[in-house]
């Protein structure tokens, strides 16, 4: 039986973390929070991960993270960077605008296709997720067969962060399947004790509690990359062209792909729970958080 992948967003600059949140260290034995991601997904039948980085920070994550898992993991790397399957007419036109960074996580995907010939779930590399959501996503991809896609909610009042405002991909359900993602930036509770998506006009969204948020939990077949891929030019042709800080964002392309009929992207509940570190003072509650469940004895003092 062909083992899942688990693929690691880890290519972000950190800006509202001050720093390389993916190489912080926030176990007793140097773990940064991916390591207890990796260490769930191995866990759960996973049989490789691959990292998505940038060139620039390629020896301190070897020396970080590489030099620890890679001992008790088959682990590759894939870079993004701002020039990474972009054609040349519209990386002159980016680089006139200015722009200085890579295109989003759609575009961190696809800059990793060639190490892709299994299922595989993809997250963030700054996110806990918990292992039951491993258990879950890990026993679906490997599913003989398996051709459609899933995605792993959580409750939004649990993914804030006090330190400021958050961005997340909104999900509507039905039947248990996703029907819509709508990535939304601006999202924190306020003074009333509701949360609000606040709009660039200062327009204001309530949302509640339990609305249902996508945190980057994915699973997909490899069948999926030529319609991303597709998704993807359409944004270069379009905001990304004109606009030297657009993103092209996993959950809209999951969004298109949807509604185009192209695929179905099963919802699957997982109980797990959820934390991470968006701003540098997130750090001090997952540290804590982490020792809980070392203390606990979800993780062993030293994972690898």
Same mark, same amino acid.
């Given at each position: 039986?062909?083992?899942?992948?688990i693929v690691v967003l880890a290519a972000g600059m950190g800006s509202r973390y001050g720093g390389l949140k993916q190489m912080d260290k926030i176990g007793k034995g140097g773990e940064v929070?991916?390591?207890?991601?990796?260490?769930?997904?191995?866990?759960?039948?996973?049989?490789?991960?691959?990292?998505?980085? /940038?060139?620039?920070?390629? /020896?301190?994550?070897?020396?970080?993270?590489? +030099?620890?898992? *890679?001992?008790?993991?088959?682990?590759?790397?894939?870079?993004?960077?701002?020039?990474?399957?972009?054609?040349?007419?519209?990386?002159?036109?980016?680089?006139?605008?200015?722009?200085?960074?890579?295109? *989003?996580?759609?575009?961190?995907?696809?800059?990793?296709?060639?190490?892709?010939?299994?299922?595989?779930?993809?997250?963030?590399?700054?996110?806990?997720? *918990?292992?039951?959501?491993?258990?879950?996503?890990?026993?679906?991809?490997?599913?003989?067969?398996?051709?459609?896609?899933?995605?792993?909610?959580?409750?939004?009042?649990?993914?804030?962060?006090?330190?400021?405002?958050?961005?997340?991909?909104?999900?509507?359900?039905?039947? *248990?399947?996703?029907? +819509?993602?709508?990535?939304?930036?601006?999202?924190?509770?306020?003074?009333?004790?509701?949360?609000?998506?606040?709009?660039?006009?200062?327009?204001?969204?309530?949302?509640?509690?339990?609305?249902?948020? +996508?945190?980057?939990?994915?699973?997909? +077949?490899?069948?999926?990359?030529?319609?991303?891929? /597709?998704?993807?030019?359409?944004?270069?042709?379009?905001?990304?062209?004109?606009?030297?800080?657009?993103?092209?964002?996993?959950?809209?392309?999951?969004?298109?792909?949807?509604?185009?009929?192209?695929?179905?992207? /099963?919802?699957?509940?997982?109980?797990a729970s959820w934390f991470g570190v968006t701003y540098k003072e997130d750090r001090e509650t997952a540290v804590a958080k982490i020792g809980d469940y070392t203390s606990a004895g979800v993780?062993?003092?030293?994972?690898?």
């Amino acid at each position: 039986m062909i083992k899942p992948i688990i693929v690691v967003l880890a290519a972000g600059m950190g800006s509202r973390y001050g720093g390389l949140k993916q190489m912080d260290k926030i176990g007793k034995g140097g773990e940064v929070l991916l390591d207890y991601s990796v260490y769930d997904a191995k866990r759960a039948g996973f049989g490789k991960a691959v990292f998505i980085i /940038r060139r620039d920070i390629e /020896r301190d994550f070897r020396e970080t993270v590489l +030099s620890r898992i *890679g001992g008790g993991f088959p682990c590759e790397l894939a870079f993004q960077e701002m020039d990474s399957l972009i054609p040349a007419d519209i990386l002159a036109k980016a680089r006139e605008l200015n722009r200085v960074k890579p295109w *989003g996580t759609a575009h961190a995907l696809l800059c990793a296709r060639d190490k892709i010939d299994a299922p595989f779930a993809i997250i963030n590399a700054d996110d806990f997720y *918990g292992r039951e959501a491993f258990d879950t996503v890990g026993k679906y991809l490997s599913t003989p067969g398996v051709s459609e896609g899933a995605i792993v909610p959580y409750s939004l009042a649990k993914t804030l962060s006090p330190q400021g405002t958050v961005t997340r991909g909104v999900c509507e359900i039905k039947d *248990g399947y996703l029907t +819509s993602v709508d990535e939304l930036t601006a999202i924190a509770r306020e003074g009333d004790g509701k949360i609000y998506n606040t709009f660039a006009d200062g327009a204001k969204r309530h949302l509640p509690d339990t609305t249902p948020v +996508s945190m980057n939990f994915w699973g997909f +077949s490899p069948a999926i990359f030529n319609d991303v891929k /597709r998704y993807f030019d359409d944004f270069l042709a379009g905001p990304g062209s004109v606009q030297p800080k657009a993103e092209c964002y996993l959950p809209m392309a999951a969004d298109w792909l949807i509604k185009k009929g192209l695929l179905k992207i /099963r919802v699957l509940e997982a109980g797990a729970s959820w934390f991470g570190v968006t701003y540098k003072e997130d750090r001090e509650t997952a540290v804590a958080k982490i020792g809980d469940y070392t203390s606990a004895g979800v993780y062993p003092a030293s994972l690898w």
